[in-house]
């Protein structure tokens, strides 16, 4: 591990990626800001065809098990589909997008060079009563950069991706609010994990992977886990925590640690072995259950090649896909102890019982 | 554009005018006769001039909208009422700032993943909205905030586009920032300076300063309604940006004075400044009460086009603020040599 290279705080590293853009299908830039700063805790990196981020700390074993941490990078946001006579920019989305959050919202259009843009709204002026009752669609609406149609066609191109603009800020206790927590806080966890592990012990090899396009079908993972082939994965995900409005079935909270899923997705023995290292380490965390879907890369991860035992680890986080997603940073450092101590944990013969009948 | 910068970060929600004032006031200082605030917040900034001369009153208003916290849930989260004319459908996923020690908040809305099928051509009604500082609970919460205290958009001012801004407040920041210039210029006119309050939410400051200045003729510094943009037809966009400054022919609370009206119309063509009408009778502005004050005023408006206006961002065109400037000079020079209404 070299001394050289630069090392941030994990605030500093989450405002940084957070703020940055990676819409899903553009993530180079954010992959080889991810890169640089992973460089002084990881023997190796590289990217896929894809464009994931795998970068491997190595294990001292002689036969090493290999374990898979994954979150993605990449986030939702929009794509440029025309530029019209006035130089305003005609959108779709990429992700799951409500149109009812982009009203008077700040944008960054990616193309040539970076443009700053507006998602334009009619003053209440010059809206009728009737009007107002009824929610925009999408197609109906446009982008603002500032410019006249021959300066816009110069600059943007249709296919152009568009990021949502949003400094990360900081609220009362330790909370923070901004775009792109999801999934930027799981790669600040894998990143509080390759911090931590660097004074651990360690069998196993370990892959850090910053994973692409996991918002429009957890695609990176699917391709990222065929090449490393892990003997175990974990995803670290964001998962909707409760608040005001939202139904009392989602029981998961910020700021009381992670949130360990049980289901279909996650193998029990993964389960049993985070939750036991949760005690033993006395990390807060709490359980959340999802039978089917999990919504998260581990999903890829499982059905890879013969099959791959997966875990989720969740970090609450309101306001999910708006630009003021907010979490709390302890659940951040927590999940990524936990995941340092679970690989440190490691060993041939933790492997051996995912075969046992009797799990 | 630094006072425009400094003048739309400022929070400054109708009723709480307060940070504008103070910034306003300490570049007038030396540029002033005299400098008074009354019982409602209006600045005023008086020049003197010749006595030859009618006085005239130029009006822009600090106030801005906002929200203003309600009530504490129990859950830590406030909900608000909105200070003047919001959409509600401006305010999912915005950051705010609360109360006089700006206490950073969220408004969020549900996931999409927890939606029902057809939730999106829902409207989400301000009243099932709340704002989320981060506190852990009511308690928590009361330790930074309380009800009453008043809510503003944190948007950075920031220079876009062929000459664009972007910021919050534009209407009527630019209009403070436009009076500001006005008070550096060299006039003769006696020029009373009312940086008003509460129009947003009635108009309530002008009609006391009028009362108090006792102008023979008034002007009104806006930013105003400008709708050029796809799915507005074009008889229905107000103002057009890059046209210049727009006059105002009639809205909600006055007519222009006809003389007035021709005066500046008069100024602007014999000056090749470019400026267009407002195309909108909608709203209303500080010209209607001053327009009623005592026995009457002649008043007219100019307005620098803003678009969005209302919500957590706005943008505007630097020309068409600098050619607003220009016709302003020019009018008040005709008055000098002689323009009566």
Known sequence: MSELLETVTGRDFLREICTAAGVSGAEDSLGDLVEKRFAPFIDDARRDVMGNVIMRRRGSGADPPILMLAAHMDEIGLVVTEVDKRGFLRFAPIGGVDPRNLLAGEVEVLGEENLPGVIGVKPPHLISPDERTRAIKMEDMYIDVGLDEESARAKVQVGDPVAFRRETFALAGDRLAGKAMDDRAGVAALYAAAQKLASLRLEADVYFVATVQEEVGLRGAVTSTYDIMPDAGIAVDVTMASAPGIPSSIDAEIGKGPALTQGANIHPRMHRRLREISERERIPHQQEIEPGHSGTDAWSMQVTQSGVPTAVVSIPLRYMHTTVEMLSESDITNSGVLMAYFAASIDRGFLEGFYDSST | ?341
């Open chain 2, 1 to 341: 554009m630094t006072a425009l910068r400094e003048l739309s970060e400022v929070p400054g929600v109708a009723g709480d005018e307060g940070k504008v004032r103070e910034i306003i006031r300490q570049q007038m200082q030396e540029h002033a006769d005299e400098i008074r605030v009354d019982a409602l917040g209006n600045l005023l900034v008086i020049r003197r001039g010749s006595p030859d001369l009618p006085r005239l009153m130029v009006a822009a208003h600090m106030d801005e909208v906002g929200l203003m916290v309600s009530h504490i849930d129990k859950s830590g989260c406030l909900r608000f009422k909105k200070v003047g004319g919001i959409d509600d459908r401006v305010l999912p996923s915005t950051a705010v700032r609360v109360g006089c020690k700006q206490v950073p908040g969220a408004i969020g809305s549900k996931p999409v993943h927890q939606q029902k099928p057809g939730e999106q051509n829902k409207v989400i009604e301000s009243d099932k909205m709340y704002i989320d500082i981060g506190a852990s609970g009511k308690e928590e919460a009361e330790r930074s905030v309380s009800p009453g205290d008043y809510v503003h958009f944190a948007t950075e001012f920031e220079e876009m586009g062929d000459g664009r801004l972007k910021g919050k407040a534009f209407d009527d920041r630019a209009g403070c920032a436009q009076l500001i210039e006005l008070l550096r210029s060299d006039v003769e006119v006696p020029l009373y300076a009312a940086f008003t309050v509460q129009e947003e939410v009635g108009l309530r400051g002008a009609q006391v300063a009028a009362w108090e200045i006792e102008p023979d003729l008034a002007l009104v510094l806006e930013g105003t309604t400008c709708a050029d943009v796809p799915e507005v037809e074009d008889h229905g966009q107000s103002t057009a940006l890059g046209e210049g400054p727009a006059l105002g022919l009639m809205d909600r609370t006055s007519f222009a004075h006809p003389g007035m009206l021709r005066g500046l119309i008069r100024a602007a063509e014999e000056n090749s400044i470019p400026y267009q009408f407002r195309r909108s009778t909608a709203g209303g502005n500080d010209a209607g009460p001053i327009s009623l004050s005592r026995g009457g005023v002649p008043a007219a408006t100019v307005s620098t086009p803003c678009r969005y206006i209302h919500s957590p961002v706005s943008v505007m065109k630097k020309s068409d603020f600098e050619n607003g400037l220009r016709l302003l000079s020019a009018f008040l020079q005709d008055i000098e040599r002689g323009f009566r209404p």
